[in-house]
């Protein structure tokens, strides 16, 4: 199965955006998606504001790889449906994302994937868990506190996910 994460990386950051330091945004200093507290975790520094304004790609990619895109087993996922739970677990965290894969495909849903979430998968129709991931996740932006401020963006997001990852099949 071909392995779709720099395809999906370009999509994502697309999403994510630069800066950030929104108040009501729980994550805090941001840059192309990463908050400051999982960059310091994953590369041990205490980074401050002038170089989190300056991550680039090369920064954030690893970061990405090893902690959303393989942890969630996106290389064993079918095209699209990588894209749906990478997108998902990168805007949610992880393990919300791999139960939603889970309840999508009709396995045991304990956030992490195995072989079992992968042959539910493999026997599971790839538009049918697209679509169903789309509306679980639309459901769960709804049940936010801060769904009055940020409702508009995410669920636009999550549409246009849901485009990309039917279109890569």
Known sequence: MKDNFDKCLEMLLVHEGGFSNHKDDKGGLTNLG??????????????????????????????????YWLKCKCH?????????????????????????LQK???ALEDGAIG????????????????????????AFYKSLSNFDTFGRGWLRR????????????
């Open 115 to 138: 072989p079992k979430t992968l042959e539910a998968v493999k026997a599971s129709n790839r538009v049918d868990i697209i679509e169903h991931m789309a509306n679980e996740r639309e």
């Open 76 to 100: 064993e996922l079918p095209p699209g449906v990588d894209w749906a739970v990478f997108d998902w677990a990168v805007n949610s965290g992880p393990g919300r994302a791999a139960k939603a």
């Open 104 to 106: 999508a495909v009709g």
């Open 34 to 67: 990463v908050t400051k507290k999982t960059y310091d975790a994953f590369y041990g520094t205490d980074i401050d504001e002038w170089e989190m304004k300056r991550l680039d790609k090369s920064h954030v990619a690893p970061i990405y790889r090893e902690g």
């Open 158 to 169: 999550n549409q246009e996910t849901m485009e990309q990852a039917l279109a890569m099949g």
